[in-house]
């Protein structure tokens, strides 16, 4: 019995990391896909005219830790006004995200 208490009390914490992924796309998608693209390609008319990065299959970003990627999303002057209505979660959450749209090609 204890056990399933145990169990219990876990299974929340597993829903809420499955969550906190799926936010990370619906807020990459909401506030940084106007610029970086859908896919991380940076092949949107704004990247092009802010010379905006492809995040997409750079080996530098999905080689960074997340306190790095959390910190250079941060550090960036460009990200100032979205970062204003973002929460610490929120950016964590894109953080990862972005993560793995660098990881892929």
């Not at 169990?7 to 610029?35: E, R, T, W, Y």
């Not at 092009?48 to 080996?59: H, M, R, Y």
């Not at 999303?73 to 929460?87: D, E, F, P, Q, R």
Request: glycine content about 6%; overall charge positive.
């Amino acid at each position: 019995m204890r056990y399933a208490i145990t169990l219990m009390a876990a299974l929340p914490l597993c829903v809420a990391s499955i969550s906190l992924a799926a936010d990370g796309a619906a807020i990459f998608k909401q506030n940084c896909a106007s610029c970086h693209g859908a896919t991380g390609h940076a092949d949107t008319p704004a990247a092009k005219s802010l010379k905006v990065p492809a995040l997409a299959g750079d080996a530098k970003v999905a080689a960074m830790s997340d306190a790095d990627a959390i910190a250079a999303i941060k550090g960036n002057a460009k990200h100032a006004a979205v970062l204003k209505k973002l929460s610490d979660a929120d950016v964590a959450a894109v953080a990862g995200y972005v993560k793995g749209l660098a990881a892929a090609k």
